[in-house]
């Protein structure tokens, strides 16, 4: 493709969208339409950040795209996955893509209660990384940055990790068992079906970094832990409302969604207390209707409020693996 040639609405569209497309099956999920690293098993180690572009120019957010797509297609395989997603920030940066925003991609609405530190938070494109180790996420961002330095600069970038047991619901830094009931994969909460064209088959991705307050929940007695939880810490049962209940999809008119969670450990802060908790990611088909709802409903009532603060958010569009036909980049 020449770089120099002036670049239209939709020749950017589908650089944008080919720079999700992995270039080997290998790096596919199971079906080949959707992006890896969403209803593939968890991998045990994640690598996620935030990018913003340098400039307005679409000819260079194309410059990046290209690069990574090739890239991204040598990095996936059996050990790591690469998922893509592009925020709202990014169609108001590049005018040439202002008309093809699809309606859920909205900045999240401010809820009660948390502390987001924008600079860890958002941007025009978000990049998560899926592993078996902690050296092939790293080593993926890594180089993904490398490319990208050119064209956009590294906003945010966070690790995380998961138990390794074998079970589909890790335990988080509280010591409980996540046991969210997750959607039908292949069901209608989970892929957009009839959005703008481009995005059919894809997802939108909810980034919360949460903040545990370990120091304190490790003082409390463990009969208090279980009822704010609603679980009971050992078998991971429902034994009452809590925490579990309020974000069940039966109290939430059966919004619901793809959960993915992550411990992340960040040392200590100013006060020598410690910084850990989780990185939650939800993919579902509108963010507006499923994560908000939900979440508004946590921030209001949630007894784990006084254990926890969101402090880092984002949004995030994730286009089909497939938009542009296999073996077009080839």
């Known amino acids: 493709m020449n770089t120099a040639r002036p670049l239209g609405r939709r020749a950017l569209l589908a650089a944008v969208t080919a720079a999700t497309l992995p270039v080997s099956l290998s790096s596919r999920d199971d079906r080949g339409i959707h992006q890896p690293g969403i209803v593939s098993p968890p991998m045990p180690f994640l690598a996620l ?36 997603g592009f925020g709202p920030s990014m169609f108001d940066r590049v005018a040439e893509l202002a ?49 990208a330095r050119p064209q956009a600069g590294l906003r945010w970038r966070q690790f995380g990790y998961r138990d390794q047991d074998g079970t589909a619901d890790p335990r988080n830094p509280f010591g409980f068992r996540d046991g969210t009931a997750n959607l039908d994969l292949a069901g209608r909460d989970l892929w957009v079906s009839d959005g703008n064209g481009w995005m059919n088959g894809g997802t939108y991705l909810v980034m919360r970094r949460i903040r545990l307050l370990l120091d304190t929940w490790d003082r409390t007695a463990l009969a208090d832990q279980e009822a704010m939880i609603g679980r009971a810490k050992g078998s991971g049962d429902r034994i009452g409302a809590g925490h579990a209940g309020l974000a069940a999809p039966g109290g939430n008119n059966g919004a619901t969604m793809l959960r993915r969670s992550y411990s992340y450990d960040g040392g200590v802060d100013v006060n020598g207390l410690q910084d850990s908790g989780l990185i939650f990611l939800a993919y579902q088909r509108d963010p507006g209707r499923q994560f908000v709802p939900v979440q508004r409903r946590l921030a209001a009532g949630d007894p784990l409020n006084a254990f926890s603060q969101h402090v880092a958010s984002g949004v995030f569009a994730c286009p089909p693996a497939s938009f542009l036909g296999e073996g077009l980049l080839l």
């Open 49 to 84: 950040a935030g990018f913003d572009l340098r400039s307005t120019s679409a000819q260079e957010a194309r410059r990046l795209l290209q690069g990574w797509t090739a890239s991204i297609g040598r990095l996936g395989d059996s050990r790591r996955t690469v998922t893509i």
């Open 99 to 147: 008309d093809r925003r699809p309606g859920p991609l909205q900045p999240l609405p401010p809820f009660p209660g948390e502390a987001i530190d924008d600079r860890a938070s958002h941007g025009d494109i978000c990049v998560q990384v899926c592993a078996t180790t902690p050296a092939a996420a790293a080593d993926g961002l890594r180089t993904l940055l490398n490319i």
